[in-house]
């Protein structure tokens, strides 16, 4: 194996392991707010993250720096906790966990609009507009099916809130490019996600949790804390310091599928043929979307 190889085999790994933790991350959100509400699970979840995370921090001797653009940094980041996770954990109660990673899987057409209308980083083509109206019509073909798909026009609402929250704060950490480690970014993005989700407590006092939920919820509540707040984060950070926003943004592509199999196997979400043949064209216009990007690279490789 060449000194080449072994970079791109553990951008390659990270990669992966991001898109297993976020294609499982959606069911583990509707069994943790099963029983609890979803906003004291957010802010149990956050509260507890934190805490591991600053023990991770201390063993790996990494700095926390409150510098002016640290700060701004971090906050970057919580733009993709407090802000984008809130609305997924609502939009849980509306939608099955396969629908909601297929909704959060147009992330890269919205970066993509992003760059092209506001940023002007790039220009898109006609290939990509086409795969862009393709991949809503797939989307607009599984809504046709709501009764059988149980797709709630306000948990699209949410996702969608929650999918321009995710994509600014991929632009804006990288916008910001701070000095800091994927651990401590993570770290400073979590503590200050769970200062802010204080701010929820006046709002949701009277649903406190009274008693231990079940083993699905707690299995649901601890992969959230553990692996979608920690792991995730880590790979996050480590990979958009390396990667252009779009690409990261891709890693959502492939989830809708793996989060399909996986709620369908472990939490018998019923998704009828309609709405397979929608999910199908979804997944047939972002890979157009994707497809100049796509042989660009390869040619380049060549």
Not at 21 to 40: F, N, Q
Not at 51 to 78: E, H, N, Q, V
Request: contains cysteine; glycine residues 6%.
């Amino acid at each position: 194996m060449n000194s080449n190889s072994s970079p791109m085999l553990v951008t390659a790994s990270i990669y992966a392991l991001l898109v297993l933790i976020w294609a499982a991350t959606p069911l583990a959100i509707v069994w943790s707010v099963a029983e609890i509400h979803p906003m004291w699970v957010l802010i149990i979840r956050y509260f507890g993250a934190s805490i591991i995370a600053l023990f991770l921090l201390k063993i790996m001797r990494d700095p926390l720096p409150f510098d002016r653009t640290s700060i701004k940094s971090y906050l970057a980041g919580s733009l993709n906790l407090i802000g984008a996770q809130l609305f997924i954990y609502l939009a849980a109660n509306y939608l099955t966990s396969g629908l909601m990673a297929l909704i959060f899987g147009f992330s890269p057409l919205i970066a993509g609009l992003i760059g092209h209308v506001i940023l002007k980083t790039h220009k898109l083509i006609w290939l990509q507009w086409l795969g862009m109206a393709v991949a809503v019509a797939g989307l607009c073909f599984v809504f046709a099916d709501s009764a059988d798909s149980k797709v709630n026009p306000w948990g699209v609402v949410l996702m969608l809130i929650s999918m321009v929250s995710y994509i600014s704060s991929i632009f804006w950490v990288k916008q910001i490019n701070a000095p800091l480690s994927p651990m401590s970014q993570a770290t400073g993005s979590l503590l200050l996600s769970a200062a802010g989700s204080l701010l929820l407590i006046p709002f949701i006092w009277q649903h406190m949790p009274t008693q231990l939920p079940g083993t699905q919820a707690l299995i649901g509540f601890v992969f959230t804390m553990i692996m979608s707040s920690i792991v995730a984060m880590l790979c996050y950070f480590w990979l958009i310091r390396r990667l252009n926003a779009s690409t990261v943004s891709l890693s959502n592509v492939m989830t809708p599928v793996i989060a399909l199999v996986l709620g369908a196997t472990l939490n018998h979400e019923i998704i009828s043929s309609h709405a397979f043949a929608g999910i199908a064209v979804v997944m047939f216009g972002i890979i157009m979307y994707f497809w100049k990007e796509w042989r660009e690279q390869y040619f380049s490789k060549r």
